[in-house]
């Protein structure tokens, strides 16, 4: 088939400007060692914080799912797609959430784009961190609201957007943010901008895609942090984890999540009000109109969280993990942002930076990619490091001196 013209072109500026992407293929089950090019690395890349992924117990769940329900579901969850296994899987996520209700995408972007466009349409407005992730800006866009973005944890600003005058020319107001960020592992504001919702009237969406099963008492994620009146063991580095307000509860209309990161499967959620979730049902097109997820999936990420809840010390020796390599970095002058969790980037500044150092990396045996725009910010080119609680403090060891190598 002919290439196209711009086709060729945009690929060539891509890599004059060292943006090109490419697949890497891995050869073996996600852990804290993988295979890649028919060698065995350490790893820094997965989002698998609690080392579920292999599990035996969720596998071997699955493999039960696939024996009754074969793989493939056959429908969307309207038609002939809904099945034992789903209802389940919601129910256990709205009592681990706390909500009265919870329903299964077949992805986390897909519930993002779920969520926003059966809340708001065109005329309403949608306030939104500049570094929320990219599913929120897509489905804020197919939603047709109106988009008005605050710089990253702007507190201040995101409350300027809902005064009286939008109020009037808006019919519904929405404020959106990830809890945690996916880029930097720093954290929102959350008991503040619960408050900007709560004095202006507008409802509030969370994604809580990489808080869930790291943070919170119960690993439930950063809301639940707050609404216990806990305080994350955060760098004082990070005024965002100060907690200013612990008087709520967050009043959050809808929390996304899911199954892919700390539950080590694929899919994701929305847990809210019974009626916010029949909403979803009805007016959520990513819901209706694609095929469910499969079943074994869904007892897969029943026994990852069932796991995650009996095991709280694969959350806690987690931390502790990345507490000690935050530590361990900033003694040696790294540049770490504003972490305060698992994810640690190592922010080197250009694209070809960050291309070196990840490669330096790869010659010494660990594989942690360069990130690089649009996925970040121009000039914050980073590594970044994602732990899991299959890392060993000897894991963080050869990780830094591999990393002060490469500088």
Request: proline share 6%.
């Amino acid at each position: 088939m002919p290439t196209p013209d711009f086709v060729r072109q945009t690929l060539n500026d891509l890599q004059a400007r060292d943006l090109y992407r490419r697949l890497v293929a891995v050869g073996s089950a996600a852990g804290p060692r993988i295979d890649v090019g028919g060698r065995t690395v350490l790893q820094f890349a997965s989002n698998n914080y609690l080392g579920l992924a292999a599990d035996p117990r969720v596998r071997e769940a699955a493999v039960r799912a696939i024996e009754r329900w074969g793989w493939g579901a056959g429908a969307s969850r309207l038609l002939a797609g809904h099945t034992d296994a789903h209802a389940a899987l919601e129910a256990d996520l709205a009592a681990f959430k706390g909500t009265e209700a919870a329903l299964v995408f077949p992805s986390g972007y897909m519930a993002n784009l779920g969520a926003m466009t059966a809340l708001v349409g065109r005329g309403d407005l949608v306030a939104c961190d500049r570094e929320n992730h990219a599913s929120i800006y897509d489905a804020i866009r197919l939603s047709e609201a109106e988009l008005a973005r605050y710089p990253h944890g702007d507190v201040g600003a995101a409350a300027e957007f809902f005064n009286p005058q939008s109020a009037v020319r808006n019919p519904q107001l929405l404020l959106v943010t990830d809890t945690v960020f996916s880029m930097g592992g720093d954290l929102a504001p959350l008991g503040e901008l619960a408050e900007v919702c709560r004095t202006s009237g507008a409802m509030l969406v969370i994604d809580e895609a990489h808080a869930l099963g790291v943070l919170g008492p119960t690993g439930a994620g950063l809301a639940e942090t707050l609404a216990c009146g806990s305080r994350l063991n955060a760098p004082s580095a990070n005024p965002q984890s100060a907690i200013r307000n612990p008087q709520w509860p967050l009043a959050v209309t809808a929390s996304v999540g899911t199954l892919s990161k700390a539950l080590g499967g694929v899919g994701g959620f929305v847990a809210a009000s019974r009626d916010v979730i029949e909403l979803l049902v009805n007016r959520a097109r990513p819901f209706i109109y694609t095929t469910a997820l499969p079943a074994a999936a869904c007892e897969a990420a029943r026994a990852a969280l069932a796991i995650l809840r009996a095991e709280p010390e694969r959350r806690q020796g987690l931390l502790a993990l990345a507490d000690r390599l935050r530590r361990m970095l900033r003694e040696r002058d790294f540049n770490c942002g504003r972490s305060a969790t698992p994810i640690i980037p190592v922010i080197v500044g250009e694209p070809a930076r960050a291309l070196a150092m990840a490669a330096a990396l790869l010659d010494r045996g660990i594989f942690c990619p360069a990130i690089r725009p649009p996925t970040v910010p121009p000039g914050t080119s980073r590594l970044r490091i994602s732990l899991t609680a299959e890392h060993t403090e000897g894991d963080l060891d050869q990780l830094v001196q591999a990393l002060v190598a490469a500088r």
